[in-house]
């Protein structure tokens, strides 16, 4: 699950367009999209869903947000557009770059995921957690008056349960924008214990706007849970989740500045703290991944997987954070095929992260060389950079837990090596470097055929 | 085990030739209705969703009628200690739906015009895109619920609870009553319990005690209607009690298109222009909009909000079009208000005078 969460952190970026269509300027996610497209500074905007949306916002006079499916090589980007006037041309700001996802993976849509057929209460409530809707026949078997609780928070029909980490998973929905899987919670008014979940409504520049979601009777919370060996990211994680969701969720309100024009420079302080926060929420996500890989009962299902097409939409997820640091990326021919067995899930995961760090590292105007090669016997995929490289007395510290390539460097919170190398060796294959000073790293991932 | 084949019976002779004469009527039949409609024009092909919406709709309304009297009949019945006619009435269940729609009384104009209308109301409505005033603000109609403004607060929980009743009503396909206005459920209530007595009379023959019995249950239906609890006339009492100002009509309708809240919107766009509500529901879910420009011009609005209204139905309706709608816009927004007034006065005229007047003019066309 990892990589639907690894932020590619490309903030929000702008770019103008004049009366006639012509792009005035953009900054560089936007300029590489529009590049691909075969589009340039001075040339109608060469991506046709974005210039529609900027067309239909100068004709129209107001401000026009859509979501928008846009294709870059081998990837659909699911982008935000909000396309506003300004004068006689169009400013955009196009969002949403993170939620990048591979094309003909299953989609994450929430709508789909969450199934309220088989609930035995459903509700619906609004941005601000008001219940619109609170299903009638269901509500009055389990003793309530539904209509009683239309309009009113929706804590005042669940008490909602902390989790193991003393965090609440909904608010943790709502600042992430994500489908909430299970909130425990006890209905009011009755101690009958119910588990939430739901979908997340949003509205077209991305905002949370409300909850579709189901409850179902479920029985006390099996004592087990308690039982779980305590370790020191249970803390962590409990100390961080809770205030990083409302830290994200308040520099986003100040980042859309939809409580009145802010300052622009505020503006940008408020994304770095969402983008930062984000960042803290990916460790702790990866903190859950450690505590979880490092259980006795680890396993993977290794299955048959083509590490050339895990190599290449890895690239794919990386293309336009690699070209907002002015890095290319070359990888594998689309018609090169290597067989291997692995967790296609998971080998995606290790290769995003491998090649995130070699983007993270390379010098502007470096390429990234990813290549992928079968010698019979076992399957390889290589990242090679032509950043600093490492020193042969890093090179084993690297993969250690909370290590960092280069200390000194911000980014990188010191367990993505450590997680890969461990989710290499659990699919039967390893992850090594090989690296001198000055010449680049190559990190070289093997996976049995 | 006879080796020698039956002997074809001179009655099954018949009865096949009987039914090779009813498959060529049944192949005209095909036939004819394949010509229509591989030449119905799109703009008035009813396209799938609301087909299959729109029929799921009219058999739930009719299945709860049709349950509702028998039930009631039956109970009556059963009072009367004639069990075996109670019974046979419950049995009888079903096939009701399906007598109406072949004596052609399911065809009604009125009746497929308000179902209709409600179809692509909660299908448009269900699709608008939500758009949140601000982070962690509640949305307009819960807001609503708690102004100070005691009537406009409880007129503001009444449609939400009517919109939860109705979305509930609708995904169920099980219907608590007909939510039709009074008129239409009166005739579709005696059309029903019509066919219901039909049926009966034919599986244990004509009986004065059962006839009664099905009359009473179809009075009470009849009284136990009220159709000020429609969605519909909820949402025009709470435009009524808020009243808006010239000056708050356009933020409101923008912000009920907004909450998805399309029978608020097209109540309180009613209530500025003297109009009833059915008026005003064609106008919005017509998807060439022309009316609407025209209405919402009527109501003072401008160019701006005019287009944020457009923009949002056009996003949830697929058979409108953006496009055309902006290269008329600068046009639309030069239409003076008194004229757009007038253009719009005959949909002021009472509600009998306009389908008097429609039905001349339909006459005219023929």
């Known amino acids: 699950m990892k990589v639907d969460n690894s932020p590619l952190d490309v903030p929000v970026s702008h770019a103008l367009v004049d009366a006639a269509g012509l792009l005035v300027s953009a900054d560089p996610a936007i300029a590489t999209l529009n590049a691909h497209a075969g589009g340039a500074i001075g040339a109608p905007l060469a991506v046709a869903p974005i210039a529609t949306v900027a067309r239909l916002a100068r004709r129209l006079g107001i401000v ?42 299953p989609t994450r849509d929430p709508a789909i995921d969450v199934s309220v057929g088989d609930a035995d209460l459903r509700w619906d409530c ?39 980490e003393g965090a609440l998973p909904l608010l943790d929905a709502v600042a992430r924008r994500r489908q909430l899987g299970a909130q ?128 290449r939409r890895a690239a794919g997820l990386l293309s336009v954070r690699a070209s907002n640091a002015g890095v290319a990326i070359a990888r594998p021919l689309p018609a090169l095929s290597v067989p291997a067995t692995g967790d296609f899930r998971r080998a995606l995961q290790i290769m995003v992260n491998l090649l995130g760090n070699a983007v ?60 890969a190398r461990r989710l290499a060796r659990a699919m039967g294959g390893d992850l090594v470097v090989e690296s001198a000073p000055g010449d680049g790293a190559r990190f070289i991932l093997t996976l049995p055929r | 085990m006879s080796v020698v084949p039956d002997q074809p019976r001179a009655d099954g002779i018949g009865a096949r030739i009987a039914a090779g004469q009813a ?38 309304i009719v299945g709860a009628l049709d349950t509702d009297i028998r039930r009631h009949a039956a109970r009556i019945l059963a009072g009367q200690q004639a069990e075996a006619r109670a019974e046979a009435l419950l049995a009888g269940t079903g096939g009701v739906q399906a007598r109406l729609a072949e004596a052609g009384l399911l065809g009604d104009r009125g009746l497929i015009e308000e179902l209709v209308a409600r179809v692509r109301c909660d299908l448009i409505a269900d699709a608008l895109p939500v758009a949140i005033g601000a982070p962690d603000q509640a949305s307009l109609l819960v807001r609503l619920t708690e102004v100070e403004d005691g009537v406009v607060a409880a007129a503001a929980k009444q449609l939400l609870g009517a919109e939860t009743r109705r979305r509930l009503a609708t995904e169920s396909g099980a219907l608590a009553g007909s939510e039709l206005p009074a008129e239409l459920h009166h005739r579709l209530v005696w059309w029903v319990a019509a066919a219901i007595r039909e049926a009966a009379v034919a599986s244990v023959g004509a009986d004065a005690g059962t006839d009664r019995a099905i009359v009473d249950a179809a009075q009470r239906s009849l009284a136990a209607h009220d159709e000020g609890d429609r969605a519909e ?35 309180v766009l009613a209530r500025a222009g003297g109009m009833d509500f059915p008026v005003v529901r064609a106008l919005v879910i017509e998807p060439e909009g022309d009316r609407l420009w025209l209405m919402l011009r009527a109501a003072g609005l401008d160019r701006a909000t005019i287009a944020r209204i457009a923009l949002s139905l056009a996003e949830a309706d697929p058979a409108r079009d953006i496009e055309r709608f902006a290269d008329e816009l600068d046009e639309i927004a030069g239409i003076a208000t008194p004229a757009a007034r007038d253009a719009l006065a005959p949909l002021t005229l009472h509600a009998d005078m306009r389908r008097a007047l429609d039905a001349l003019a339909r006459a005219e066309t023929r």
């Open chain 1, 184 to 311: 425990r919670a006890t209905l009011r008014g009755s101690d009958r214990r119910v588990t939430l979940s739901a979908a997340v409504r949003q509205d077209d520049a991305g905002a949370f706007a409300g909850f579709v979601g189901a409850a179902r009777l479920t029985d006390p919370a099996p004592v087990a849970a308690a039982a779980m060996p305590a370790t020191f990211t249970e803390g962590l994680d409990k100390a961080l989740r809770a205030p990083l969701a409302r830290i994200i969720a308040n520099a986003d309100t100040i980042n859309a500045a939809t409580d009145g024009p802010v300052q622009q420079d505020y503006v940008d302080y408020a994304a770095d703290i969402a983008n930062a926060g984000r960042h803290l929420l990916g460790l702790v996500d990866d903190l859950v991944d450690l505590q979880g890989i490092e259980r006795a009962d680890f396993a993977l299902t290794p299955e048959p997987i083509d590490l050339a097409d895990v190599a």
């Open chain 2, 23 to 60: 498959a060529r009527g049944r192949a005209e039949a095909r036939l004819s209705a394949a010509i229509t409609d591989l030449f119905l024009p799109d703009h008035v092909r009813l396209d799938e969703r609301t087909r299959l919406a729109l029929a799921r709709m009219l058999a739930a």
């Open chain 1, 360 to 419: 993270r590292y390379s010098p502007d105007g470096s390429v990234v060389t990813v290549t992928a090669l079968d010698d019979g016997k076992v399957a390889t995929a290589i990242v090679a950079d032509q950043g600093k490289g490492i020193a042969v007395e890093d090179q084993t510290r690297i993969f250690g837990k909370f290590e960092r390539v280069d200390p000194s460097e911000a980014g990188g919170n010191g367990l993505g090596l450590y997680i």
């Open chain 1, 64 to 105: 026009v947000s859509r979501g928008v499916l846009v294709a870059d090589d081998d990837v659909d980007l699911d982008l935000w557009v909000r396309a506003q006037p300004e004068g006689e041309g169009v400013r955009l700001a196009i969002g949403g770059w993170r939620e990048t996802r591979m094309r003909g993976a």
């Open chain 2, 233 to 267: 006339a909820v949402a025009m009492r709470l435009a009524l009690a808020i009243d808006a100002r010239a000056d708050e009509l356009g933020p409101l309708l923008v912000e009920a298109v907004g909450d998805r809240r399309l029978t608020l919107f097209i109540a």
């Open chain 1, 126 to 164: 609004d941005a601000a957690l008001r219940l619109t809707f609170v299903s009638i026949g269901a509500g009055r078997r389990l003793g309530l008056d539904p209509f009683a609780f239309l309009g009113r928070p929706l804590t005042t029909l669940f008490q909602l349960d902390e989790d193991g």
